[in-house]
């Protein structure tokens, strides 16, 4: 069934994307993100020395601040961190510097829908240019199920509004994009068909999430090539301003 969307997209059609790296002179590493209009920006800091209380300090702790455009950070804002130092944490190499914190603080600049999402690809996008050791690169969607059945894509905020239930997926990059030609594993775990982290609100039946899961690993297969594109332009970019 075709759905009349707003801004004129198909059902599984992403909105324009947009990132940029090395933008904060300060940071050890930044990005930001921008998915139509909503746009984020993710900052690293470290590996500095020492762990958060009840960390493990034989592994590297991954923190995560995220400050809102405006006003004080509330509840949603503290599960956007649980989920984004879970995300981090599970794509990040932690043995490399035991002992050590990197701070990745999350500023969203407009909210148009996608936010955590966008949040998380900012944030792979800024360890990316800080260098902090990574099994791999992670790409997140968001798939939402209108109260007719009908499943959308990447979603303004207007959309968001309109939808009964909603997830947040993220998905391993593209193997061909991160591991060497025949390899299908990462510490001895395949990651074809992974899926990395997946959050839901709303009620979903489980025909609709799996056929979210379908949909959000075929986005995540696009976003992977505009990855790879990114990152071998501003490759190229760097090595001809040297």
Not at 115 to 132: E, K, T
Not at 146 to 169: N, R, W
Request: glycine share 6%; proline share 5%; hydrophobic share 35%.
């Amino acid at each position: 069934m075709e759905v009349d969307r707003e801004d004129g997209r198909s059902q599984n059609q992403l909105r324009p994307l947009a990132c940029s790296r090395n933008i904060l002179h300060r940071a050890h590493g930044s990005a930001s993100w921008s998915q139509g209009d909503t746009k984020v920006l993710a900052a690293v800091y470290g590996p500095k020395a020492g762990t958060k209380k009840n960390e493990n300090p034989e592994k590297a702790c991954i923190e995560v601040i995220w400050k809102p455009k405006t006003g004080q950070i509330g509840k949603p804002e503290k599960e956007y961190e649980m989920i984004l130092k879970r995300t981090l944490e599970s794509i990040c190499i932690l043995t490399v510097n035991p002992n050590t914190t990197t701070s990745i603080i999350v500023q969203v600049v407009n909210d148009d829908g996608a936010l955590l999402p966008s949040a998380i690809n900012a944030a792979c996008m800024a360890l990316v240019d800080a260098g902090i050791p990574m099994k791999h690169l992670a790409v997140a969607i968001c798939c939402c199920v209108a109260k007719s059945g009908y499943v959308i894509l990447d979603p303004t905020k207007l959309e968001e509004q309109k939808m009964k239930a909603f997830a947040y997926l993220v998905f391993p990059n593209s193997v061909r994009s991160v591991l060497p030609e025949g390899s299908l594993r990462v510490e001895g775990e395949p990651i074809e068909n992974g899926i990395i982290t997946s959050v839901t609100h709303g009620i979903m039946s489980v025909d609709d999430y799996f056929y979210c899961l379908e949909r959000g690993r075929a986005a995540s297969v696009k976003l992977s090539d505009f990855l790879r594109r990114n990152l071998q332009q501003q490759s190229t970019d760097s090595s001809k301003a040297g």
